[in-house]
């Protein structure tokens, strides 16, 4: 109710829309300065074998350190930089510092583990895209097994564009999953014919379970289809042992979330690692 009157009375319409305006723009300028001051920095949280809870690789998460906001969440400029265009330089940047990161750890003899990068569809659907994530690898040293590519549900949904994609990255033995699952539209065709190996379900289904039964009986039905179509299937945000309990009976595969340990930045990760809650054999 409020609102309506909010948005009918015309001054209060135009001061909020160029203030949203102002910061957008000021936003898409402050972007390429960060990058070029070095203000963006690799996160790293582990994902966990829901059986054995060893660590069995790492998902990159994106962070900006703006020296007068303090940390700035992804959710907040990942948008605006894809808006704008700025994602493609800005996910080559975390594609660069996460292979070479991982081939760093592995270089000091710590485990051998897949990284996970998250690409946007704007970065995804650039023409170089593929020629990008080869070169980084040459570069880099990183062996192609060793990096996982996370895009989400509607980039499936424009097969023709992507198909050839997606088959010449696994082609070269880059592995892909499906992000944030249940959340977009995916057709089940898509996913049955696209060449995608991990399952990851978005943590709005685990959230609820299993106190909701009608979430616990959606989670498991997620987790049948993943299994049913040859995925392996992770759970996204894990918090509770309840929550991992249920998970373990339904025949999850892997795990990621508060529970085991929040994204942490590159030196916490690396004396995870060092720790060796991990298995060799697991990847
Ligand atoms: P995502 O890829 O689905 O990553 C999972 C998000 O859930 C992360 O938020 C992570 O910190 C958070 N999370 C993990 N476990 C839990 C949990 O148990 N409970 C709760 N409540 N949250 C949990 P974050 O780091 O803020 O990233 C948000 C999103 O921003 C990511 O979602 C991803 O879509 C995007 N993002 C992050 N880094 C990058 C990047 O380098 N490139 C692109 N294109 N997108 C990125
Ligand atoms: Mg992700
Ligand atoms: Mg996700
Ligand atoms: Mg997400």
Not at 195 to 218: A, E, G, V, W, Y
Request: proline share 5%; aromatic share 8%.
């Amino acid at each position: 109710e409020a609102k309506t009157e909010n948005i009918s009375n015309p001054h209060y319409f135009d001061y909020y829309l160029m203030d949203k305006l102002i910061e957008r723009v000021n936003m898409e300028k402050r972007l390429p300065r960060a990058l070029a001051e070095g203000e963006f920095e690799l996160f790293y949280q582990p994902k966990i074998h829901a059986v054995t809870m060893e660590i069995i690789g790492m998902e990159a998460l994106l962070r900006w350190n703006d020296p007068e906001e303090g940390m700035i969440s992804p959710a907040s400029f990942i948008p605006i930089a894809e808006e704008c265009g700025f994602i493609v330089e800005l996910g080559e940047w975390v594609l660069w510092e996460a292979c070479r990161t991982n081939k760093r750890w592995q270089d000091q003899g710590l485990p051998k583990l897949p990284i996970s990068v998250n690409v946007s569809a704007v970065q995804f659907k650039h023409p170089q895209f593929v020629q990008t994530v080869g070169t980084v690898l040459e570069k880099t040293g990183l062996a192609p097994e060793f990096l996982e590519l996370e895009v989400t549900e509607s980039l499936l949904n424009e097969p023709a564009l992507i198909k050839d994609r997606l088959d010449s990255l696994k082609g070269r033995g880059i592995n892909l999953s499906i992000d944030d699952f249940g959340t977009g539209y995916s057709s089940i065709f898509y996913l049955k014919e696209l060449p995608l190996q991990i399952l990851k379900i978005d943590r709005t289904f685990i959230q609820n379970t299993p106190h909701s039964q009608r979430d616990s009986l959606l989670l498991r039905s997620i987790i049948q289809l993943g299994k049913s179509l040859g995925l392996t299937v992770l759970a996204e945000g894990v918090e509770t042992e309840q929550q991992l309990q249920f998970l373990r009976e339904n025949e999850c595969d892997q795990i990621q979330g508060y529970y085991y340990s929040r994204p942490v930045d590159c030196k916490t990760m690396t004396r995870m690692l060092e720790d060796g809650s991990t298995n060799h054999n697991l990847c």
